[in-house]
Antibody
Framework: QVQLQESGPGLVTPSETLSLTCTVS?????????WAWIRQSPGKGLEWIAS???????AYHPSLTSRISISVDTSKNLFSLNLTSVTAADTAVYFC?????????????WGQGTLVTVSS | QSVLTQPSSVSGAPGQRVTISCNGS?????????VHWYQQLPGTAPKLLIY???NRPSGVPARFSGSKSGTSAALAITGLQVEDEADYYC???????????FGSGTMVTVL
């Protein structure tokens, strides 16, 4: 069974970098799937922010391109997210998920999510 | 503001049928991009409910069904049950944004 688990600091200082990791278990990250990050601000809806393939091919939400990077570590079966220059607007629950396409497709397995608060 | 518009809430009595609309435009649903639906119970991650407009993943009850027409899509729940009380989101791709997009979300309340 595919399982995803997010990890990272729950509190980030404004202007610093948010770094999260998603560890995949029960499934090889090198299989023919893409891997994504989605966030949900408190009381708000869902927002796709980035996707990556094990080869390194990646896509970012256009509004975040200047601040975001996503990478994959096939040796550890995980992928990661870095978001620089964070503000309070980046406070959200961050989910990692499996998807079948870089941008055009659905998300069939999700992690439980991790709350990241941006505050001094 | 999401490019996919959903009603903020719908409600129904147990056993009734409720429908959630997902209204898009010519750059997303109307352009032929598929629509997918998710159920999010309080405090949990979203769960894939319908994929590629009308398909149910294994384990999803048959009372959930999806449809798509023109620039809109819909999720129907027939025989509403107490455990269906949750938030529901549609999702598609928008060529104008070059991004996967989610609807604004609909809270379903079982009266």
């Amino acid at each position: 069974q595919v399982q995803l688990q997010e990890s990272g600091p729950g509190l980030v200082t404004p202007s610093e970098t948010l770094s999260l990791t998603c560890t995949v278990s029960g499934y090889s990250i090198k299989n023919d799937n893409y891997w994504a990050w989605i966030r949900q601000s408190p009381g708000k809806g869902l927002e796709w922010i980035a996707s990556v393939y094990h080869s390194g091919r990646r896509a970012y939400h256009p509004s975040l391109t200047s601040r975001i990077s996503i990478s994959v570590d096939t040796s550890k079966n995980l992928f990661s997210l870095n978001l620089t220059s964070v503000t309070a607007a980046d406070t959200a629950v961050y989910f990692c998920a499996r998807t079948l396409g870089l941008v055009i497709n659905y998300f069939d397995y999700w992690g439980q999510g991790t709350l990241v608060t941006v505050s001094s | 503001q999401s490019v996919l518009t959903q009603p903020s809430s719908v409600s129904g009595a147990p056993g009734q049928r409720v429908t959630i609309s997902c209204n898009g435009s010519s750059s997303n649903i109307g352009a032929g991009y598929d629509v997918h639906w998710y159920q999010q119970l309080p405090g949990t991650a979203p769960k894939l409910l319908i994929y590629v407009n009308k398909n149910r993943p294994s384990g999803v009850p048959a009372r959930f069904s999806g449809s798509k027409s023109g620039t809109s899509a819909a999720l129907a729940i027939t025989g509403l049950q107490v455990e269906d009380e949750a938030d529901y989101y549609c999702q598609s791709y928008d060529s104008g944004l070059s991004a996967s997009v989610f609807g604004s979300g609909t809270m379903v309340t079982v009266l």
